[in-house]
Every structure is written in C-alpha cells, then in structure tokens.
C-alpha cells in the first residue's frame, strides 16, 4: 500500500517522460556542465524571475508566482501554513528515504527543461520535469543544480557591477 504512493508521487514527477531516454540518445554525461553557485528570485514587471548564478554571469529563468514562492521558502527557511506542491513532494521523497540528487537545466528552443535525478530504495531514476520544479526541489534537498556551458554562454546575462540588483530588464 505504501509503494502505491509512492509510485502516483513517481508518475506526477514524470509528467513528460520518465529514465534515460527522457533526452534522447544524449546522455547530459556527454556534455560540459557546470555547477550553479547561487539561485535567487527576483520580480520584474514581467513577473517572478530565478536567477541561476554561475562565474559572472546569470541564467533567467520565468516562473509562476507559486513556483517563486515556493523556491523563496526553501532559500530562506520560510514555510507557509499548508505545503506547497514542492514542500509536499520534498516530505513524500524524505519520508520513504529518497532524494534528489542532482538537477540539470538546459534549453531547447525557447523553453527551459529540467532533468531530476532522484535517489530512493537503492535506485536512482532521471526524470524530465519543468526546470522551475526542479530548481525546487533540488534547493529542498541541498542537490547541486548544473547547467551546460554552452546554456551559460546562449542564454548567461554578464552581471554588470554597480547595476541595481532588482532591476532585471
């Protein structure tokens, strides 16, 4: 009873795919990755924006005011009166054993995807998610969060020193 649970919490995160082949032939252990070194939300007047930081250098990333929320809460330790989606997961994943372990963002055409890569009963599964849940979930469990050096360079803005930190447009 309790695997079955578990298994409708599996099949909620894998939404558009599910294992290895969730990105085709490439495997993200075939590319240049690097770790982000801070995340941060900001707001803009085209809404809630996360910030991945990596070197000099910032990926945007456009968020719902939820998913904001719910990352905010987790850099800071804020928790809300009832569990948001990523809370609720984070509790679920923990209460079996289970973790995220690693997070991948990367962009096809427009749209910004996420690889989650979760730990539970001595097996480890990747999934395709919304980078945003991802980014989440790996902040609720202290994973490391990648991104390829070549998204960095596409999509990375040079922060520029001196700019006002919560202007972002």
Known sequence: ????????????????????????????????????????VKFSQAGPVVLLKVDNRSIQIFVDPTVAGSIEGALTGRKFHRPLSHDLMHSILESYAGKVTQVVIRLKGQ??????????????????????????????????????RDLLEKAGKEQVPGRNPQLLL
């Open 1 to 40: 009873m309790r695997y079955r649970y578990l298994g409708v919490l599996l099949g909620i995160v894998t939404l558009a795919g599910i294992g290895e082949g969730a990105w085709g032939s490439r495997t993200w252990a075939e590319t240049d990755q690097v770790q982000v070194e801070d995340v941060q």
């Open 111 to 148: 749209i910004y995807y996420g690889e989650l890569t979760i730990s539970l009963a001595g097996q480890t599964k990747v999934f395709d998610s919304r980078s945003s849940d991802a980014i989440a979930l790996a902040i609720h469990f202290k994973a490391p969060i990648l991104v390829g």
